[in-house]
């Protein structure tokens, strides 16, 4: 049996190859002028994202350079990663310390490829790989600390991690996610009586951010990375972040916050600059909602929604996912839509709302292995095929924003 599954596995291995050449567009990387500068003329900015592991990927970083003038980071400087939770302990002002090194080496890179950066989280209630900071002492065997002290702790994170990046590395990090996801998906997630639907849960447990920083942590952390960034004197936009901001329910409750973030500082000072909405497009690991017409009305009337509030929108992590692979064509004609229809359209001469579109989806998730990626990004709903060759989907985009 253990052979047999072996052959099998061996057979599927050999046939991947196979399945990604079938959407190629059979040009390569060199064959295509940068993207970046075809969406200019419509007022966005181009990104993609990139992962420490990346840097050693000399196919997907050509590919990157070559087309983006925005970048993520999507792990590196989130705090689950930068907290250093043995220095922290030892700290003498009892504040938190980071370990910036590999943020630092990736945002080093971009500096140097002249590639903006989104600074990406700040603050994001999932903190299954740090609870010990809301913790006496920073240890866990210990009860929580107070919420005057984990407001003191959580000002002096954003306001340290914002000062490093812009004193190091002067205008690259052009924005910063001050808060991400906060907001729930269910009734069961958040108070009745709370029209911003912050989480009072995660993961099966509380929201520590909620619970021991206080119901208004959103706004406080706004308030604190403002803080920062009017002192330093920098140009830095600040943005709530979140999934599904194109579907009613959680666009109103984004509305909402959005009104409680303008509303919290005594000073009446801009708090929020924009709306970071991430852009999974279709089902969630399964071919049904990909590909379908409302998905299109819907992020168009949610840009237009948040841009009535005079907001800025950036589409943060965007994924056209497919599941099929005998819908390629239809796919690429969906993603030359998207663009032709929404993006290209949404800045006018009288507002400018949409400042960004980030793609997390550039290479396709290995259809063999159903894993978070394949459902997140999708087997075939990406720029590249699993062996970094150009596919149609690119090949219709690149042509739309170039009008030809």
């Known amino acids: 049996m253990r052979t047999l599954l072996s052959v099998l596995l061996a057979l599927c291995l050999c046939l991947l190859p196979l399945l990604a050449l079938a959407e190629e567009s059979g040009l390569s990387n060199e064959d295509y002028e940068p993207l970046w500068p075809a969406a200019e003329p419509y007022g966005f900015k181009l990104g993609?994202?990139?992962?420490?592991?990346d840097m050693n990927n000399k196919p997907y970083m050509n590919f990157v350079s070559r087309h983006f003038n925005s970048i993520t980071c999507t792990n590196e400087t989130k705090a689950y990663s930068l907290l250093d939770a043995n220095a922290t302990r030892g700290a003498a002002d009892g504040m938190p310390v980071m370990n910036y090194g590999a943020a630092d080496k990736m945002v080093a890179w971009a500096q140097q490829a002249g590639i903006a950066v989104r600074g990406h989280?700040?603050?994001?209630?999932?903190?299954m790989?740090?609870?010990?900071?809301?913790?006496?002492?920073?240890?866990?065997?210990?009860?929580?600390?107070?919420?005057?002290?984990?407001?003191?702790?959580?000002?002096?994170?954003?306001?340290?991690?914002?000062?490093?990046?812009?004193?190091?590395?002067?205008?690259?990090?052009?924005?910063?996610?001050?808060?991400n996801e906060a907001i729930g998906d269910s009734a069961s997630d958040w108070r009745a009586d709370d029209p911003r639907h912050i989480r009072v849960v995660r993961d099966g447990g509380p929201n520590f951010f909620r619970e021991y920083v206080g119901d208004d942590?959103?706004?406080?952390?706004?308030?604190?990375?403002?803080?920062?960034?009017?002192?330093?004197?920098a140009d830095i936009h600040l943005f709530y972040n979140d999934y599904n901001m194109f579907m009613k329910e959680k666009r109103d409750a984004a509305l909402a916050l959005v009104e409680s973030i303008r509303s919290y500082d005594p000073d009446g000072r801009p708090l929020i600059d924009g709306i970071g909405m991430q852009g999974y497009l279709g089902g969630y690991g399964v071919q049904e909602g990909c590909l379908e017409e409302s998905l299109i009305t819907n992020v168009r009337d949610s840009i237009e929604i948040f841009a009535s509030l005079g907001l800025e929108v950036q589409i943060t992590e965007m994924a056209v996912r497919n599941f099929d692979q005998s819908k390629a064509a239809e796919h690429a004609e969906f993603y030359g839509r998207l663009f032709s229809e929404v993006f290209m359209k949404a800045n006018t001469e009288t507002s400018h709302p949409l400042t960004a579109v980030c793609i997390w989806g550039l290479v396709d998730a290995n259809p063999f292995k159903q894993d978070y990626v394949y459902k997140m990004n999708s087997p075939y709903g990406c720029f590249?095929?699993?062996?970094?060759?150009?596919?149609?989907?690119f090949d219709t985009v690149y042509h739309t924003l170039r009008g030809e």
């Open 121 to 127: 989280v700040l603050v994001w209630d999932a903190v």
């Open 48 to 53: 993609g994202c990139f992962g420490l592991w």
């Open 384 to 393: 590249l095929t699993t062996g970094y060759k150009i596919k149609t989907c």
């Open 217 to 233: 942590y959103v706004e406080f952390a706004f308030q604190c990375a403002r803080n920062t960034v009017d002192r330093m004197g």
């Open 129 to 179: 790989q740090y609870p010990w900071f809301f913790h006496e002492d920073y240890d866990e065997s210990k009860p929580f600390a107070s919420p005057e002290v984990n407001r003191a702790r959580l000002a002096s994170y954003i306001d340290q991690v914002i000062r490093h990046f812009e004193e190091k590395f002067p205008g690259v990090i052009y924005c910063w996610d001050v808060v």
